[in-house]
């Protein structure tokens, strides 16, 4: 069986500005219809690696492609499957937001009979529609929407996403989210932000770019559970000293520690824990109140991948 | 040339819509409009001068609607010169100040058919506004003065149109070329100031396009002129810097 062709795939990627390396032999793949996380302390390289796909900037050396398409030779070709929003959207002002889709929608190539009823339908998504104001008079919350809004017109296989929430009032956040979320399977999307409850909330697979290198690509369950310190944390009803003796002597504990009826436990080897605590428990005749294995956060996460120097 | 239909569209209706509806062909039409009267007015006004200032006689000629035409013809020469070289600066430059030029490129639209539709609907409005003023200019004139010939106003605008349209190419690059519009501006002058320079040369004017402003007084005036070079070298010269402007976009990082 071959393998499907990944959404994005950058190899050996390079950019160079002087003396400044803002990309260095970038490699990931983005599996096509998924939702990708791009994350990175500011001048990581994120914008850098978004010029790139989009063709406002070349690579230094090393290979983009969009859909098995070599960005460098049929540039203007791939970007018709794909949405861009930059992180701060640049509109004409004397425009109309339903102008400015329907503009969007032209330079794509939707066809005349399709593209009012799709300008409509996105305008409502954006919560802009009726507003007959030119956008020079929008805030940067309305741009933001609208900017999705026009990514969204060509009915894209791929979105690139700039901080798409930064932006945006909870409410609209969230409103994005759902979208972006809604898209799974049909359309890949490719977002970077800062904001690492959103990753977590939508996102399926996950880079961490610093300094123009990438630390980490993962599932986001994987990265969580790679990070994790495999700690365990147990309430028994009962005396739990003897039970603290008992683990203690076990070889995989490696800390142990109580507060009244409170162990928590550092283990080297978690399953073989959760396995032998609750016979320890029952073999004691205690009850078991409560039993947790702790998890790492995304943003415990980033913070033990780029480090302190990195933020 | 994906695309260019739609952004070619998008340039007409920001020409009609914004500042820029108002300064190129603003000034055509008011020129037009004046250049007849203020032909009709200035030796009044010349003698009127004059009689405030004992001791000095001034004579001067009727004034005729060749008088008129000249006077439009000045002003397109140099006022609306001027406001081509500060109107085509920002063609390129302002849109990628402002951003926009970002979304339009990330959308399948080559650069080359951007700066084209950019190009194309400067020149169309220069065509419209300039047919537009020249008509206007001739009723004016005719309304002003005894009937006069209009082939020779027709025939002098024709020649700088066509030196108009090598300066909005040459613009163009210039928008392309440096980053901010008033750089763009400045190289404009100096192309202009260059030009000017070069037409004290007699080969210069005789077998390039300095010689289309010596052409266009000559077709004013009725008198023989030699333009084959001239508009010859101005088209070759026009698509070139055109090609030029195109090629350096495409290699220009946003």
């Known amino acids: 069986m071959s393998t499907p062709t990944p959404a994005v795939s950058v190899r050996a990627l390079t950019k160079r500005f002087g003396n400044a390396t803002a990309l260095d032999r970038v490699e990931f793949d983005v599996p096509a219809g998924s939702v990708f996380g791009f994350l990175g302390p500011n001048g990581a390289g994120k914008t850098t690696l978004l010029r790139i796909l989009t063709g406002l900037a070349r690579p230094t050396s090393g290979t983009a492609s969009v859909f098995g398409v070599d960005l460098g030779e049929r540039g203007t070709e791939i970007r018709r499957r794909i949405g861009f929003l930059p992180d701060v959207p640049g509109f004409y002002p004397w425009m109309t937001?339903?102008?400015?889709?329907?503009?969007?929608?032209?330079?794509?190539?939707?066809?005349?009979?399709?593209?009012?009823?799709?300008?409509?339908?996105?305008?409502?998504?954006?919560?802009?529609?009726?507003?007959?104001?030119?956008?020079?008079?929008?805030?940067?919350?309305?741009?933001?929407r609208?900017?999705?809004?026009?990514?969204?017109?060509?009915?894209?296989?791929?979105?690139?996403?700039?901080?798409?929430?930064?932006?945006?009032?909870?409410?609209?956040?969230?409103?994005?989210?759902?979208?972006?979320?809604?898209?799974?399977?049909?359309?890949?999307?490719?977002?970077?932000?800062?904001?690492?409850?959103d990753v977590e909330r939508v996102c399926d697979t996950v880079a961490i770019l610093d300094r123009?290198?990438?630390?980490?690509?993962?599932?986001?369950?994987?990265?969580?559970?790679?990070?994790?310190?495999?700690?365990?944390?147990?309430v028994v009803d009962g005396d739990a000293a003897e039970l603290c003796e008992r683990l203690r002597s076990r070889p995989w504990v490696q800390a142990i520690d109580r507060d009244g009826a409170t162990l928590r436990i550092v283990a080297a080897d978690l399953a073989l824990a959760c396995r032998e605590v609750p016979e320890a428990v029952a073999s004691l005749r205690l009850g078991l109140r409560r039993f947790e294995v702790d998890e790492a956060s995304l943003e415990e996460v980033f913070v033990r991948v780029v480090g302190e120097k990195g933020r | 040339m994906s695309g260019f239909g739609a952004f070619f569209v998008k340039e007409l209706r920001e020409i009609a819509r914004t500042w820029r509806i108002w300064v190129i062909p603003g000034m055509m039409l008011?020129?037009?409009?004046?250049?007849?009267?203020?032909?009709?007015l200035t030796p009044t006004m010349l003698a009127s001068l004059a009689g405030s200032q004992p001791g000095i006689e001034i004579t001067i000629p009727d004034p005729t609607g060749a008088d008129a035409y000249g006077q439009f013809i000045k002003?397109?020469?140099?006022?609306?010169?001027?406001?081509?070289?500060?109107?085509?600066?920002?063609?390129?430059?302002?849109?990628?100040?402002?951003?926009?030029?970002?979304?339009?490129?990330?959308?399948?639209?080559?650069?080359?058919?951007?700066?084209?539709?950019?190009?194309?609907?400067?020149?169309?409005?220069?065509?419209?506004?300039?047919?537009i003023a020249t008509m206007v200019c001739l009723a004016?004139?005719?309304?002003?003065?005894?009937?006069?010939?209009?082939?020779?106003?027709l025939g002098a605008v024709a020649v700088w149109l066509v030196s108009a349209a090598l300066l909005v190419s040459v613009m163009t690059f210039c928008s392309v070329a440096f980053p901010s519009r008033g750089a763009a501006a400045g190289a404009g002058l100096g192309y202009l100031f260059a030009t000017l320079l070069a037409s004290i040369w007699p080969p210069a004017v005789r077998y390039s396009f300095v010689g289309l402003s010596?052409?266009?007084?000559?077709?004013?005036?009725?008198?023989?002129?030699?333009?084959?070079?001239?508009?010859?070298?101005?088209?070759?010269?026009?698509?070139?810097?055109?090609?030029?402007?195109?090629?350096?976009?495409?290699?220009?990082?946003?």
């Open chain 2, 30 to 40: 008011f020129f037009a409009v004046t250049s007849p009267i203020v032909a009709l």
């Open chain 2, 75 to 131: 002003n397109l020469s140099q006022l609306v010169t001027l406001a081509l070289i500060i109107a085509g600066a920002g063609l390129v430059s302002a849109e990628r100040s402002a951003g926009t030029a970002i979304l339009v490129l990330t959308k399948p639209i080559s650069r080359s058919a951007f700066v084209l539709a950019k190009l194309l609907a400067e020149l169309l409005l220069l065509l419209v506004f300039a047919a």
């Open chain 1, 97 to 144: 937001a339903a102008e400015f889709v329907s503009f969007a929608g032209r330079l794509v190539g939707v066809d005349v009979a399709t593209l009012p009823g799709r300008v409509e339908a996105l305008l409502d998504l954006a919560g802009l529609n009726g507003v007959s104001t030119r956008i020079g008079g929008y805030s940067r919350g309305m741009k933001q």
């Open chain 2, 140 to 153: 004016v004139t005719r309304l002003l003065f005894p009937p006069l010939a209009a082939a020779p106003l």
């Open chain 1, 146 to 197: 609208l900017g999705v809004a026009q990514a969204l017109v060509g009915a894209p296989d791929l979105l690139l996403l700039d901080e798409p929430t930064s932006a945006l009032d909870p409410i609209g956040r969230r409103e994005v989210l759902e979208m972006i979320a809604s898209l799974r399977g049909r359309t890949t999307v490719f977002f970077s932000t800062h904001i690492l409850a």
């Open chain 2, 214 to 254: 010596d052409g266009i007084a000559k077709v004013l005036g009725s008198k023989p002129a030699e333009l084959g070079w001239p508009l010859a070298t101005a088209a070759i010269a026009a698509v070139a810097i055109t090609a030029a402007a195109a090629w350096v976009f495409e290699r220009q990082e946003l």
């Open chain 1, 212 to 234: 123009g290198r990438l630390a980490a690509f993962d599932t986001v369950a994987d990265l969580k559970r790679r990070a994790a310190t495999e700690r365990i944390s147990i």
